[in-house]
């Protein structure tokens, strides 16, 4: 097995992980976030990248060749 994490992948791969972690942190965290950011005057889709971002970097990969 091997081990890797999120930018060990490629441009592409890390691109689709990128966007299924954004609509699993949305669909998880979305109403919380979005009050955050009216209350704090922040752009919410900035705060939806990078919780999508440390989402991702609590991933471990493991791929089976």
Same mark, same amino acid.
């Given at each position: 097995?091997?081990?890797?994490?999120?930018?060990?992948?490629?441009? =592409? *791969?890390? =691109?689709?992980?990128?966007?299924?972690?954004?609509?699993? @942190?949305?669909?998880?965290?979305?109403?919380?976030?979005? /009050?955050? *950011?009216? =209350?704090?005057?922040? /752009?919410?889709? @900035?705060?939806?990248?990078?919780? *999508?971002?440390?989402?991702?970097?609590?991933?471990?990969? @493991?791929? /089976?060749?």
């Amino acid at each position: 097995m091997i081990y890797l994490n999120f930018s060990d992948l490629n441009g =592409e *791969a890390q =691109e689709r992980l990128l966007e299924s972690s954004k609509k699993d @942190v949305e669909q998880k965290f979305g109403d919380d976030i979005r /009050n955050y *950011a009216k =209350e704090h005057c922040t /752009n919410f889709e @900035v705060m939806i990248e990078e919780e *999508a971002l440390r989402n991702l970097y609590s991933y471990t990969y @493991v791929f /089976n060749i």
